[in-house]
Nanobody, 121 residues
């Protein structure tokens, strides 16, 4: 059974910084791309950024220049450093991972439980 456990988040003033972490546990053939999504209040979930197992990163336009995603393959964790936060960054942030089964190597998406980030003006 694969689990993604998020930590971090909380309440911060605009212009401040927060860090989120996500740790994957369980068994798999391979732990592939990992990423952060967010869901603002009353809106759909959106992709924030992605990091491959090789360290290649991509960012949504809203995150470029302010957010940095990093990965520790030895610990099966990713970290999202969020700087210059804005009220519009307020959302529940979800960790996502693409993992292939140790049994049949099929790929599946896994989600964390989500962590709240609130940015006040």
């Amino acid at each position: 059974q694969v689990q993604l456990e998020e930590s971090g988040g909380g309440l911060v003033q605009a212009g401040g910084s927060l860090g989120l972490s996500c740790a994957a546990s369980g068994s798999w053939f391979s732990l592939n791309a990992m990423c952060w999504y967010r869901q603002p209040p009353g809106k759909q979930r959106e992709l924030v950024c992605t990091i491959t197992s090789g360290g290649t990163t991509t960012y949504a336009d809203s995150a470029k220049g302010r957010f940095t995603i990093s990965r520790d393959n030895a610990k099966n964790t990713i970290h999202l450093q969020m700087n210059s936060l804005k009220p519009e960054d307020t959302a529940v942030y979800y960790c996502n991972a693409v993992i292939s089964s140790p049994i049949d190597r099929r790929f599946s998406n896994y989600w964390g439980q989500g962590t709240q980030v609130t940015v006040t003006s």
